[in-house]
């Protein structure tokens, strides 16, 4: 099994998306984060929704969570107007790392070495040519692991 | 909303449960993570999927991924072997550090400031009383996400 057959769909959003779009997005599919593209859609870095969290939440609060407790409910119901207007690309914190990128042909224990090393919680299948560079899809740790397993015959089999 | 009424139920493991049990579950269910509960029933650690594949990978692949690609694939096929036998306590990162916890009472900002300084994917809800520690549930990044943009109406609204 090579990354171009364990590839699949994920949510992506572009640097230039409407950053409420994308925690929308989020939210209604319960994501955990989304992969972010840069302008020519490349992989340019995951959102973790946690990170969305972090933007929603006024910097004094961060830095004293027990301030949140003196906040009143009203302001709280405007919590979101900070991603109003916000473009994805201004949410990501200044430390986003590209994603791993795994070649169509590496195996599947060359890409399970890469989110290893990268402590990743998935790699982005890309495809790079003379016509450009093109974004296969992503496998995630879990199906990685479906996939390791499943060579192994233990997926469903009794306890070990 | 209060804590309480935000947490829900999370798939968990205890740091005694077989890995391959836990490997299993996270391939089955497609989870980023599991959370690990102590002998005592008390949030431990998040384990990541993206762990388990560490613990599968030959710590020499990891160092020099270039290495997978001479790994045979016979021996690919035994990778999950290293999960036989062992338990989810012996899969921990060194680093692992019990999730955020949060008490049933707290705000759903509290809970949003907890997450965001320790930049953690979820909050674990545990109420204490004389009684013991009682685990109630846990709030996930894209859930507190979904109750805020419920608040201020915009979930489904038109694009901002």
Redesign the interface.
């Known amino acids: 099994m090579r990354a171009c057959d364990l590839a699949m769909e994920y949510e992506s959003v572009s640097v230039d998306s409407?950053a409420?779009?994308a925690?929308?997005l989020?939210?209604?599919?319960?994501?955990?984060g989304l992969l972010v593209l840069d302008e020519r859609g490349e992989p340019k870095a995951i959102l973790?929704?946690?990170?969305?969290?972090?933007v929603?939440?006024p910097g004094y609060?961060?830095e004293d969570?027990t301030?949140?407790?003196v906040?009143d409910e009203q302001h709280?119901?405007?919590?979101?107007?900070a991603?109003?207007?916000r473009r994805v690309g201004e949410c990501l914190p200044g430390t986003a790392a590209p994603p791993p990128i795994a070649d169509p042909d590496d195996?599947?224990?060359?890409v399970?070495?890469?989110?290893?090393?990268m402590?990743?919680?998935l790699v982005a299948v890309v495809r790079k040519d003379k016509t450009g560079t093109r974004l296969l899809g992503v496998i995630?740790?879990?199906?990685?692991?479906?996939e390791?397993?499943d060579?192994?015959g233990?997926?469903?089999a009794p306890?070990?």
Do not use: F, N, Y
Request: charged content about 15%; some cysteine.
């Open positions: 409407s409420l779009d925690a929308r989020m939210a209604e599919h319960k994501l955990p973790p929704a946690s990170q969305m969290i972090k929603l939440v609060v961060i969570p301030l949140a407790a906040v709280a119901d405007r919590l979101c107007q991603l109003a207007g195996t599947a224990l060359e399970a070495a890469l989110m290893a090393q402590r990743s919680p995630t740790a879990s199906h990685l692991l479906r390791l397993l060579k192994t233990t997926l469903g306890g070990a």
